[in-house]
């Protein structure tokens, strides 16, 4: 969930209970495994010796779960033989997490040698009105997170901001920028859009018979997962299309958590587009596991 102006409800506060900022609320706050982690996060990232390299490696960067796209983006391009890669953030809002997604395409580029192009979509004029029960319109309300355009447009440098309505400037995006995307098909995507109308729009990146924009499997981040269930928001959006699209499936990476430094918890809210038709789906990405399991040596006996 962005920063700013949220609901007690969203912040996870007993109804009705504003917060003081004393002792109880403090307490509160460490009770829960996100703050623990961005705490520590932030402590570890403070040690001697603890360089970029180690940051990116365990995850004490700022939005790890964007490096981690990120990071899954350009070694499945390398592993394809793409030079290139587009990651995307669907719901911009103030900007920080598209500043933040250039960051570490950035790092990832130098450190692959994939280009990595950054787009982020948005209204520009925050958040609609709710358009399906499903919605959370008891959480969010038209004009949520709005832009300043000029001061983050300042900021992106070489990264893309496209405005305007999803629904127009998805497919609009896709025709204008085929031959592009070819070359530097999407790898990452990040669905910050609240609603599961937005979200459902978001997903017709996905939806057409056309191959070349994407990678056979492209990792997503479902930013507003917490709090809801499977038939409301982002998790109904991504339930819709699952129905509709057998071939093409959305789903949970399962044990994430088991392989990730630290045991985050925005291991929860990754997942993966399998495009199953896709002609390179079956294509082996060397590298990506061991080849080799050889029989352990028998261990010694220890003597009484």
């Known amino acids: ?60 960067v700022e939005r790890p779960h964007y490096a981690y796209g990120v990071r899954r983006a350009t070694e499945s391009a390398a592993r394809l033989g793409h030079r290139g890669v587009t990651v995307v953030e669907f719901g911009v809002a103030g900007g920080n997490g598209l500043l933040a997604l250039a960051g570490h395409a950035r790092y ?4 692959t040698g994939v280009a990595v192009r950054v787009v982020g ?74 609603y599961c109308s937005s979200t459902a729009t978001a997903l017709g990146l996905f939806r057409g018979p056309e191959h070349g924009h994407l990678l056979p499997r492209v990792t997503c981040y479902l930013d507003d997962l917490p709090g809801t269930i499977e038939r409301i928001g982002e998790a109904a959006a991504v339930a819709d299309f699952n129905a509709a699209h057998p071939d093409r499936a959305i789903g ?31 294509r082996l990405e060397a590298g990506a596991t061991g080849d080799q399991l050889p029989l352990d040596p028998p261990r010694r006996r220890r003597g009484r």
């Open 252 to 282: 949970r990476v399962l044990g994430l958590r088991s392989f990730t430094p630290f045991d985050p918890p925005w291991a929860d809210q990754i997942y993966v587009h399998h495009r199953l038709d896709h002609p390179d789906y079956g």
């Open 1 to 60: 969930m962005r920063r700013g102006s949220r609901t007690t409800a969203q912040k996870g506060h007993p109804f009705g209970r504003q917060p003081s900022g004393g002792l109880a609320d403090v307490l509160w706050d460490w009770s829960k495994s996100g703050t623990r982690t961005a705490v520590r996060n932030r402590l570890l990232r403070r040690l001697p010796g603890v360089g970029t390299a180690s940051a990116y490696r365990f995850g004490l």
């Open 121 to 194: 979509f948005d209204s520009g004029a925050g958040l609609p009105a709710p358009k399906d029960p499903r919605d959370l319109p008891y959480l969010f309300a038209p004009g949520y997170y709005t832009m300043d355009h000029d001061r983050l447009r300042a900021r992106l440098g070489a990264a893309e901001l496209v405005i305007g309505d999803l629904d127009r400037t998805l497919p609009d995006y896709l025709d204008s920028h085929a031959e592009v995307l070819k070359g530097h098909p999407v790898g990452f995507v990040a669905l910050d859009l609240d």
């Open 108 to 111: 990832y580029a130098a450190a």
